[in-house]
């Protein structure tokens, strides 16, 4: 179940501001002890090092080759340990998900309670102290689209989420720091201000999709044939595109039909149906958060 999305306070949020991991301010469904990302650490270094121990001791004799191979096999994957501290309703986590998804990496998610936040996320991101942050072999990576980029780099053997191209990756960067700075503090403003300011949210914010379908023109993704970069930066907030059409009094189907057949065709991979959060869920939410704003129980 949902416990978050966008923020509820009332305060304005400065469009010029970068965002783009404020997804600090969604709970989470159930805390969790740092503990358990300690312990599962101390295990698997734990594990590692037996494995050394053995592969030294037993003496492996050269005929036994499949003992060996099976040794430096577990060595390799508990020397690969992906760690996400994650929050459900978050469409930056949700970024994370996807691209490791997409990379068909293995991962733990660790669901942080951001109203008490563990040790170890205070540890792994102490400047901001947010996530979604990923622990590699025990070293952390922190806001999404460096994550994003960070998953594309260490899995270089794997597709690629950026293009090769000079040109085309400075391209779908631009698009996805565009997305950042527009999109979260816009769409929050809609529901978390009144008057004036919600109104302006809500004409910048259709202005936002209007430049988004233009640059999508009749491409099937961004990045022309395949999934890719800018698409994984959007579609997290896919979420949330039924309550702004919902807040906003416009419909997405009649207003911007290319990005809705292109958040259906994103929604067919399973990589990002699993990822995201059900919309009417996410209404729900940001219903309450409303509720809670105007002191209605």
């Not at 459900?88 to 986590?93: D, H, I, R, T, Y």
């Amino acid at each position: 179940m949902l416990r978050g999305g966008f923020p509820g306070k009332s305060q304005p949020v400065n469009n010029n501001v970068d965002h783009s991991d404020a997804s600090n301010d969604i709970k989470s469904e159930a805390p969790r002890s740092s503990r358990e990302t300690e312990n599962s650490t101390k295990v698997s270094c734990s594990a590692i090092n037996s494995c050394f121990r053995l592969s030294s001791t037993l003496q492996i004799e050269k005929g036994n080759k499949l003992l060996r191979k099976i040794l430096i096999l577990f060595e390799q994957q508990m020397a690969n340990e992906v760690v996400l501290l994650d929050v459900k309703g978050s469409p930056f986590a949700a970024r994370v998900r996807i691209a490791l998804e997409e990379k068909g990496i293995e991962y733990k998610s660790k669901v942080e309670d951001l109203s008490n936040k563990s040790s170890t996320l205070l540890k792994m991101n102490p400047v901001h102290q947010k996530i979604p942050v990923l622990i590699h072999n025990g070293r952390p990576i922190c806001e999404s689209m460096v994550i994003v980029q960070y998953i594309d780099d260490a899995w270089s053997h794997k597709p690629s989420l950026l293009p090769s191209d000079p040109y085309r990756r400075a391209h779908a960067r631009f698009w996805a720091d565009y997305i950042d700075k527009k999109m979260y503090p816009t769409g929050r403003n809609l529901w978390a201000s009144e008057g004036e300011l919600k109104e302006s949210s809500k004409k910048d914010l259709i202005q936002c999709f209007k430049i988004l379908e233009e640059e999508l023109g009749d491409k099937l993704y961004f990045g022309d044939e395949s999934f890719g970069y800018i698409d994984l930066a959007l579609i997290s907030f896919h979420s949330f595109f039924y309550t702004f059409e919902t807040l906003g009094n416009w419909s997405m189907v009649d207003e911007f039909p290319k990005l809705v057949e292109w958040g259906e065709r994103c929604l067919q991979k399973e990589s990002v149906s699993k990822s995201l959060s059900d919309q009417k869920e996410v209404y729900e939410v940001v219903l309450q958060i409303i509720k809670q704003k105007l002191g209605i129980e």
